[in-house]
Every structure is written in structure tokens, then in C-alpha cells.
């Protein structure tokens, strides 16, 4: 079948910015969107740019965005994406730099990978035996084969370049959650920071786009449920996190009004600052009155707590 190819062009070197040209080629029924874009460029523009490797989805290299979504190209067939979308337009992943047409600068996601220390810190020597039963625990995040991918549909790293991302922070999850690793507590603290775990939106577009189902935004409230449990409640998220479970366990509900006294606490100018909003929830009657805070089926609700050792 014949099929037309919307593609990005862009020479940093010569062009002002990018713009899209289309190729009609000749291609299988069963064919991949890489096997178009090689038939591309070995027989109507040798020029066009973009990485391939292994055609297995194990390498990574071929990530880019098709259709609007960050895909692989090994992975995606023609046909489906023509029968949903009816065009195939073809982009380089998104909130990276350009170095030709379809290849992105991978350069800033090795630094964020590097930047979680991707290896094992164990405490002393010795052996230490790991069981089916704990490899389980990584959650899938070893599948991971680094193709920027969850990065380029981040919604937190399009705010802010200096986020974490999703496959770091995942990959730190792995060490985390390693019986042999002896540098945990300082693991997470390293986390705290802005533009660590609780700057993640939990947008779910990582989750979506991941090829091989790693699940990083999981992966990352797990390293929030492990900060918590160390005593590391002094951020934002986290207030809002015990705060949030405070409010229900002693109410039955969300109190709406109490939520920002927990996120701000002592700060005298913060407190100065949500006085408007207080007003305004007051009059939308968003204020509990005090002393109707408890509700019916409070006592089975604090059992739930109890039972699930919050």
C-alpha cells in the first residue's frame, strides 16, 4: 500500500525552524513506521535523520513522537496508526533539543539519570541472597530501557528542566527498594528537593507512554510512602499528604478549610496570605461548622485506619 509520511525536518545548522515535508512510499501491510522511515531514506531522501538500533523495542533508540504520542517506531505498525489517526505525522520527542530532524539530544536525561547515583551503595561486604519474592518488589522498573520516552511526555519537566523525571526517579526506586542497599535514608533525602519526587503532577502521561510498562509515576509515590515513613514530612507534598489522612482519620471527611492550615503550619505570612481564600470558602460554604465535624460511620472509618496501620 501507498502511504503518505508527515515528518519534522529541522538542520539546526541551516534551517530557522522546523517544518514538515511529505513522502509517499510503498509499504507492507504489517509494516513498522521504522521500516517506512528506512525505505525513506534509502530510496527518497537520504538526508533525513533520525536513530535506530536493534527493531526489537530493546534498545530505545527509535523513541519519537508519532501521532502526537511517544512511541516507538520499531513498535508501531502503519496500519493501526492510519486506521485510528488516518494520517502518520512524525515528530522528535518533545522538550528536548533538536539535534537533526528526528533525533533528539539525549544529554540532559543521561544527566538526570546519572544524577540518582544508578548503582548499588551496599553497607559493608558480604552476600546477600535475593529471592523471587523480593525481585518482585522492583515492580517492573528493571524493564526500563532508557528511551526518554516518559520525559518527553512529562508534563512537571515541560514546566521545569531541572525535574527528576520519570525514569530516574523510578531507577531510584530500584535501589531504594533493594535489601542490599545500605545508602537508603540518604537516597531519599537526595529526593526531597524541588524538582524531586513532589514536584511528579501525577499527570499519568509516563504511565501511558512507557513501552515497557514500567509505570514510573507508581514507582514514584512509592518513594513519597518511603520518605514519609522516615520521617521526612517536612515538604509540601508531604504536609499535604498527613495532613489529608489527619483531617479524615479525626472528621471522616475532607475538611477543605483545614488543608491549607496543614500545608502552611507556624508561617505567620502564609497564614496572612490564605485569609481571603478563607473567606471566600466560607461564603461558597465550604467551612464545616465545628461542631457538626463528625459524620455517620465515623467509628467504621477510623477502623479502617486502624487496620491499615495509619
Known amino acids: 500500500m501507498r502511504v503518505r509520511f508527515s515528518i519534522q525536518r529541522f538542520?539546526?545548522?541551516?534551517?530557522?525552524?522546523?517544518r514538515f515535508m511529505s513522502y509517499r512510499v510503498e509499504v507492507a501491510r504489517d509494516a513498522t513506521v521504522l521500516e517506512a522511515l528506512v525505505r525513506i531514506k534509502e530510496e527518497v531522501d537520504g538526508t533525513l535523520a533520525f536513530r535506530a538500533s536493534c527493531r526489537q523495542a530493546i534498545c530505545g533508540s527509535c523513541s519519537m513522537e508519532i501521532n502526537g504520542h511517544e512511541k516507538l517506531a520499531c513498535k508501531t505498525q502503519v496500519l493501526a496508526e492510519l486506521d485510528r489517526h488516518g494520517?502518520?505525522?512524525?515528530?522528535?520527542?518533545?522538550?528536548?533539543?533538536?539535534?537533526?530532524?528526528?533525533?533528539?539530544?539525549?544529554?540532559?536525561?543521561?544527566?538526570k539519570v546519572r544524577d540518582i547515583t544508578p548503582w548499588l551503595i551496599p553497607e559493608g561486604y558480604g552476600t546477600i541472597a535475593i529471592s523471587p519474592s523480593t525481585m518482585k518488589t522492583f515492580d517492573n522498573v528493571d524493564a526500563c530501557i532508557m528511551c526518554g520516552a516518559c520525559l518527553a511526555a512529562c508534563n512537571s519537566n515541560e514546566v521545569s528542566e531541572g525535574f527528576l523525571g520519570p525514569a530516574a526517579l523510578a531507577k531510584?526506586?530500584?535501589?531504594?527498594?533493594?535489601?542490599?542497599?545500605?545508602?537508603?535514608?540518604?537516597?531519599?533525602?537526595?529526593?526531597?528537593?524541588?524538582?524531586?519526587?513532589?514536584?511528579?503532577?501525577?499527570?499519568?502521561?509516563?504511565?501511558?507512554?512507557?513501552?515497557?510498562?514500567?509505570?514510573?509515576?507508581?514507582?514514584?509515590?512509592?518513594?513519597?510512602?518511603?520518605?514519609?515513613?522516615?520521617?521526612?514530612?517536612?515538604?509540601?507534598?508531604?504536609?499535604?499528604?498527613?495532613?489529608?489522612?489527619?483531617?479524615?482519620?479525626?472528621e471522616g471527611r475532607l475538611n477543605e478549610a483545614a488543608m491549607p492550615l496543614k500545608l502552611i503550619g507556624t508561617d505567620i505570612a502564609g497564614l496572612l496570605r490564605i485569609i481571603p481564600l478563607g473567606i471566600r470558602m466560607l461564603i461558597k460554604g465550604k467551612v464545616p461548622l465545628h461542631f457538626k465535624r463528625g459524620i455517620e460511620g465515623i467509628k467504621d472509618i477510623r477502623r479502617i485506619?486502624?487496620?491499615?496501620?495509619l
Open 11 to 18: 538542520n539546526p545548522a541551516l534551517d530557522a525552524k522546523p
Open 87 to 111: 494520517e502518520i505525522k512524525i515528530a522528535p520527542l518533545k522538550n528536548m533539543r533538536i539535534v537533526k530532524d528526528l533525533v533528539a539530544d539525549m544529554g540532559p536525561f543521561w544527566h
Open 172 to 250: 531510584s526506586y530500584r535501589f531504594i527498594a533493594d535489601p542490599r542497599e545500605g545508602n537508603k535514608k540518604e537516597r531519599l533525602l537526595s529526593l526531597q528537593h524541588e524538582d524531586g519526587i513532589w514536584d511528579c503532577v501525577r499527570c499519568n502521561f509516563c504511565v501511558e507512554v512507557c513501552p515497557k510498562d514500567v509505570k514510573p509515576m507508581e514507582q514514584i509515590i512509592k518513594i513519597r510512602r518511603a520518605s514519609i515513613q522516615e520521617g521526612m514530612r517536612w515538604t509540601k507534598g508531604s504536609r499535604h499528604i498527613t495532613g489529608f489522612l489527619d483531617i479524615v482519620k479525626r
Open 305 to 309: 485506619f486502624r487496620e491499615r496501620g
